[in-house]
């Protein structure tokens, strides 16, 4: 038989005769059935297994739920009791505040009190009717109204709402715009008076003028074209990193060109209200001013008693003493005097008013700082520069353009000096009319270059914006070929026109963190540490105080100048934005940042307990917190009772989550593989984080939290509010 064959053969199927496939089908049928049947108990059992899970699970929780009821008002009637310390806190706050208006009034040293109408309407009057003042003189007295801006604007921004009905708020906004333009003007003036002796401050080999006033506050270098010579058009100042690549027009000119740098903003608009204003609404009013001065009134004689009930000096109690934010290395001195006089109160029943109003407003005030704004502050221009969404840093840079007045000239023995009505012009460059030239010929752009003030930190190449006299705002056209030199801080940029001009950067570019921890070090100092893309920045927190500790780019300790400063918080938030480390959202912020958005009550709740307990327990950030919603937190924490600055490895941290009514354990921790929000093992829940942690907390941690200081509990939760770390991580 050929292969052919035998393979035909092999393919051939065996045939079933009809009872053989009936059989088979049967076993077939009956196989199928009995793995159903199998499943089907099988599920049943599992099914019967899990309800029998879920009925004990719902039995435990309802026997942990009942517990928590049963202990909740109490829990919270202890956590009520403990969070008067910030009533307290606010209340001692208001009390300074008075004093310390109290102490300046009797002091008589001569500088006007900024929340008085009446004392600095004098003092603007009086020196504005001064003539002829040199820059020294104008600098000298710059510091006094620097020092009276910065104080006006504290007032606003740290005086409750409370104690700062509308009408104050024009006032000292008013006195700020005064101030500020005064000593623009008082500048103007001095730089006329300068120019006018520019021949005989001439330079020998140049016979150009060139002057340099360098100061805290403010940078002068003026450069006066005598000699109008077409061919220098490089103009350099050989004691700083500043200069100008004139036009042949403006070569062969009587003109002079001024850059005077102040270290601060005053072209930027002040915002109208500050944010916390917007949200804050008493109550009920009570008589705090009149009664919180009569213990010092009783030492004094009976005629400064009766000076005192002046309405100016009533309203000189309103506000915050200078001493405390500008000189803040004062204020401990001066507090321990406040707080002994606030025990001095004979009847304490009449602080009930303060303290229920307090009671009520300082919460609100709170929650406000967490608030954003339903929409964005207004729609911006074309070019125009979005100030939500930048910062102007390193202050602004004032380059003008001067017609040179005429010279002084001597004759016998006196000096001749012509002095013009309108005072000091600005050479317009380009014309208004520009028919008769080839614009680009005649008119290029001038090439500047500017030194960075040291003080700043910028993560990116800084921007560059001048100011639009017209329509009031910075703007970002007429600007081009902008170079940043970092290591040298130099930036060379083209304009098309001088004027005020001002480097900015993202203000958001250090958010959101990348993480953050909060942790106790001494009595009643705690070490927050944000991380950002760019930067860790370390602040240290006590009693009514904050100071930067470091600043590490890279790899690399930065050294500012603002480490070892303690400030007041609000002063401290201020000083770190103008230097460039903005950690620190506002009410827009929101629209510029990815953000991990938390409902505002649970997140104030949550600072105010981790304020509470910061002084026995470092707090940290977890990666579980952007996984568990808007309504809830979730954080690390772990006991910390060392007094050392330098963190402790591996530390046990335990994970809590909170919802603002209710904190657990969480069963997983930073590890795990996936988010769950399962109770621990053999541990219950609590209304508060308070209680939460008492449950694992040594008995002497829990002593240490009794102890601190009102005013420590309130620093610490104010920064956890500005800073918002679980909205921004």
Aim: glycine content about 2%; proline content about 5%; overall charge negative.
């Amino acid at each position: 038989m050929s292969a052919k064959a035998k393979k035909k053969l092999g393919n051939k199927k065996k045939k079933f005769s009809k009872a053989e496939r009936l059989k088979l089908m049967q076993e077939e049928e009956e196989k199928r059935l009995k793995e159903e049947e199998e499943a089907r108990v099988k599920s049943e059992k599992e099914e019967l297994a899990r309800l029998e899970v879920e009925l004990i699970e719902k039995e435990k929780w309802q026997q942990l739920e009942a517990k928590d009821l049963g202990r909740k008002n109490d829990e919270l009637e202890e956590l009520k009791v403990l969070e008067n310390c910030f009533t307290e806190a606010e209340r001692m706050k208001r009390e300074h505040r008075l004093y310390s208006q109290w102490t300046h009034y009797i002091q008589c040293d001569g500088s006007p009190d900024p929340s008085v109408a009446q004392e600095m309407n004098t003092f603007i009057s009086l020196w504005r009717e001064e003539k002829n003042e040199t820059f020294e003189e104008v600098i000298a007295k710059s510091k006094l109204v620097l020092y009276l801006i910065n104080k006006l604007k504290l007032i606003l921004l740290e005086t409750p709402s409370t104690d700062l009905p509308e009408k104050k708020i024009a006032q000292y906004q008013g006195s700020i715009v005064e101030l500020q333009e005064l000593l623009h003007l008082k500048f103007n003036i001095a730089t006329e008076l300068l120019l006018r002796q520019a021949s005989t401050l001439a330079d020998l080999d140049t016979g150009n003028m060139e002057k340099v006033i360098r100061d805290e506050n403010i940078t002068l270098y003026v450069w006066a074209n005598l000699k109008k010579n077409p061919r220098h058009r490089n103009i350099r100042c050989h004691e700083m990193k500043i200069g100008f690549e004139i036009p042949r027009i403006l070569a062969s000119s009587d003109i002079a060109l001024r850059l005077l740098h102040t270290h601060y903003d005053h072209v930027t608009p002040l915002r109208l209200v500050p944010t916390i204003l917007k949200y804050v609404t008493p109550t009920e009013s009570f008589p705090v001013q009149e009664e919180a001065v009569i213990a010092p009134q009783a030492a004094i004689s009976k005629e400064l008693q009766e000076e005192d009930k002046q309405p100016e000096d009533k309203s000189n109690l309103d506000h915050l003493d200078q001493e405390e934010e500008i000189k803040p290395e004062e204020q401990d001195a001066d507090f321990v005097v406040h707080t002994s006089f606030a025990k001095e109160e004979p009847e304490s029943t009449k602080q009930e008013p303060e303290i229920k109003v307090l009671s009520e407003t300082v919460p609100t005030a709170q929650l406000a700082l967490l608030e954003n704004a339903p929409e964005r502050l207004r729609k911006f221009e074309e070019n125009e520069l979005d100030i939500c969404q930048f910062t102007t840093l390193g202050g602004v840079y004032h380059l003008d353009i001067l017609e040179l007045p005429p010279q002084c000239k001597p004759m016998k023995g006196w000096m001749i000096m012509e002095i013009l009505k309108d005072g000091l012009q600005k050479f317009i460059y380009p014309p208004a009319t520009t028919e008769d030239f080839e614009t680009e010929n005649f008119f290029p752009p001038i090439d500047v270059m500017l030194e960075v003030h040291k003080n700043v930190i910028f993560f990116e190449n800084p921007q560059v914006a001048r100011w639009d006299a017209e329509d009031k705002h910075w703007k970002t056209d007429g600007i081009s070929n902008i170079t940043y030199k970092s290591e040298e801080r130099v930036i060379t940029f083209s304009l098309d026109t001088l004027g005020p001009v001002t480097l900015i950067q993202d203000t958001h570019i250090n958010m959101p963190y990348q993480s953050w921890e909060l942790r106790p070090f001494d009595v009643n100092k705690v070490l927050l540490t944000v991380t950002t893309v760019f930067a860790e920045i370390q602040i240290q927190i006590k009693e009514g105080l904050c100071m930067l500790a470091s600043v590490i780019i890279g790899e690399k300790n930065y050294l500012s100048m603002l480490e070892g400063k303690w400030m007041s918080p609000i002063y401290f938030i201020i000083t770190l934005q103008e230097a460039g480390l903005n950690i620190f959202p506002n009410e827009y912020s929101h629209f510029y940042v990815a953000r991990n958005q938390k409902d505002p009550l649970v997140e104030m709740k949550a600072y105010r307990q981790m304020a509470l307990l910061s002084s026995a327990f470092a707090f940290g950030w977890s990666k579980w917190n952007m996984q568990c919603g808007p309504e809830k937190v979730i954080f690390k924490v772990s006991e910390h009772l060392t007094q050392e600055e330098t963190p402790i490895e591996n530390p046990n941290w335990t994970l809590l989550m909170f919802s603002g009514n209710r904190a657990l354990r969480l069963k997983i921790d930073e590890d795990s593989e996936a988010f769950s929000e399962a109770l621990k093992e053999e541990t219950e829940f609590h209304s508060t984080l308070y209680h939460m942690i008492k449950d694992f907390a040594s008995i002497e941690a829990m002593e240490k939290v009794l102890s601190p200081d009102y005013q420590f509990i309130h620093s610490v939760c104010h920064m956890l509010l500005c800073t918002r770390i679980f909205s921004y991580s």
